[in-house]
């Protein structure tokens, strides 16, 4: 059969609430044109993150039940580091309330002033904590993985040729590599095996431990097996655990490939650093068997872990994608490629020449599509990076809109309407007109910031 149904039917309904184009444009008024601002029910097809918007399975609402609420040692912890440990057998595993605490908590023992990370390309939230501890961030993605028109199977691997001449030249900075599987701010964009066993022989040959920022290794294994020599007759369980045999440690948010709304961890073989990163826990998540999670949280990771790596999950996810990044291109919206895992991105300043940068063709993009159709994207471009610390704007590198796939939440009918709009979207795309800015924060301003239509 060609045709990839999804791989599971469906229990227990979240009811929709129809709005009118009409309506929209009262919410849009209401929300300064900020899709940030939106009450999440008046949206129809919420694309605006794959990050803890997906739906739990029947067994995770299952396990949910079996929670145990013990202030320490909980069988819980311990079903969900052996789910742990079957993919990845790190010493020590710290669970978190979700990514960006493990993060932290890394960073303020290995950060500090003077030094480097080297990542393929950090996370905001991973920049931002690195830069918290007054350390430099290093982005060494290799440079097709820059381009947007630009066809590589792996355009997340690492730069090697710059990461050994960052290794001979600052080693002593350097506390640990990073890389991120797959590469979220690149385009959620894959790492190939050869280059992460590669980037390992390198560390090794320095003295340095790897750790993977490991989001979304599952959909990262899925293209391994399918774009990657040697790797066709492997399951994407094994791929995953090959991936992990080459990693000191890993951060990780179970937002993503643990298929639960809450949830985290720091995983490593570190003896000493282990004691710290638990020390520092005890003070801002909890104690080390909970740490910043409910039992019945970690239940539903440990189930979540063995889901993400079933063959006909990861099929579906990645297909799907595919299938609504490949319908946009074929329309002729010009999109990043090849699709990435989790989410399509269109080029909105390649789609919108008409409008001028600095009227933010992503925002006017983003704002229309929720206009007509009800769906919520998200603008990664100049509302996003566009400010300057000193307060002047400058174009961010490209004008990208988002659009996030939540796992197992919406059926091929969602992506099909989603198309149908876009495409009545690009139909009448010169009439479109940019936005301008009449209010911004300080900081972060694409979340608060208020929009006016030209
Ligand atoms: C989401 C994400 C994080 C941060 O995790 P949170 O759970 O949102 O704190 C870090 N790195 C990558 C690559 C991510 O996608």
Redesign the pocket.
């Known amino acids: 059969m060609k045709t990839i149904i999804e791989p599971f039917r469906i229990k227990s309904v979240e009811p929709l609430r129809m709005t009118t184009t009409s309506e929209r444009e009262t919410f849009l008024k209401e929300a300064n044109y900020n899709l940030f601002s939106l009450h999440s029910d008046d949206v129809l097809v919420d694309l605006l993150t794959d ?2 918007t997906g739906a739990m399975s029947t067994n995770q609402w299952a396990a949910l039940q079996r929670g145990d609420e013990s202030y320490a040692g909980s069988p819980s912890y311990y079903r969900f580091e052996k789910a742990l440990k079957e993919l990845a057998p790190f010493k020590h595993v710290i669970p978190t309330h ?4 493990a ?1 932290k908590i890394l960073f303020s023992i290995v950060g500090g002033e003077g030094k480097i990370i080297p990542n393929n390309t950090h ?1 905001d ?2 920049r931002a904590n690195i830069e918290a501890t007054k350390t430099l961030a290093l982005d060494l993605v290799q440079k097709e993985g820059l381009d947007p028109k630009v066809e590589h199977p792996f355009k997340g691997n690492m730069d090697l040729q710059r990461l050994r001449k960052l290794l001979e030249s600052d080693g002593d900075k350097i506390p640990l590599v990073m890389l ?1 599987i797959t590469n ?2 690149g385009g959620g964009q894959p790492v190939s095996m050869a280059n992460i066993k590669a980037t390992k022989a390198l560390c090794d040959e320095f003295g340095k431990p790897l750790f993977l ?1 490991a ?2 290794f599952a959909e990262n294994a899925y293209f391994i097996k399918t774009r990657e020599e040697g790797y066709q007759d492997k399951s994407p369980k094994e791929i995953a655990q090959e991936i992990f045999s080459y990693a000191d440690g890993m ?1 990780m ?4 490939d643990s298929l639960v709304n809450m949830g ?1 961890w720091l995983a490593l073989n570190d003896d000493d650093w282990a004691m710290l990163a638990r020390n520092v826990l005890i003070l801002t998540e909890g104690f080390p068997t909970y740490g910043g999670l409910s039992g019945r949280d970690l239940e539903a990771m440990a189930v979540g872990l063995e889901e993400v790596v079933e063959e006909d999950y990861l099929n579906y996810r990645i297909t799907s994608t595919a299938y609504f990044g490949n319908a946009l291109d074929k329309i002729g919206i010009p999109i990043v490629k090849p699709v990435g895992g989790h989410a399509v991105y269109i080029d909105a300043r390649a789609m919108l020449p008409h409008i001028d940068v600095k009227h933010y063709p992503g925002q006017a993009l983003a704002i229309e599509m929720y206009r007509l159709g009800g769906i919520r994207a998200c603008e990664i471009g100049t509302v996003m990076f566009g400010r300057q610390p000193d307060g002047s704007e400058k174009p961010a590198a490209m004008d990208l809109v988002r659009m996030a796939i939540p796992r197992r939440v919406y059926t091929q009918s969602h992506i099909d309407y989603c198309i149908e709009c876009l495409e009545e979207v690009f139909t009448n795309k010169d009439k479109l007109k940019g936005v301008r800015i009449i209010w911004e924060p300080p900081m972060l301003r694409h979340f608060t910031a208020h929009f006016e239509p030209l």
């Open positions: 990050s803890g979700q990514g960006r605490a993060e996370f939230t991973t991120t979220n701010s920022d989001c979304r951060t948010s179970a937002k993503k985290g």
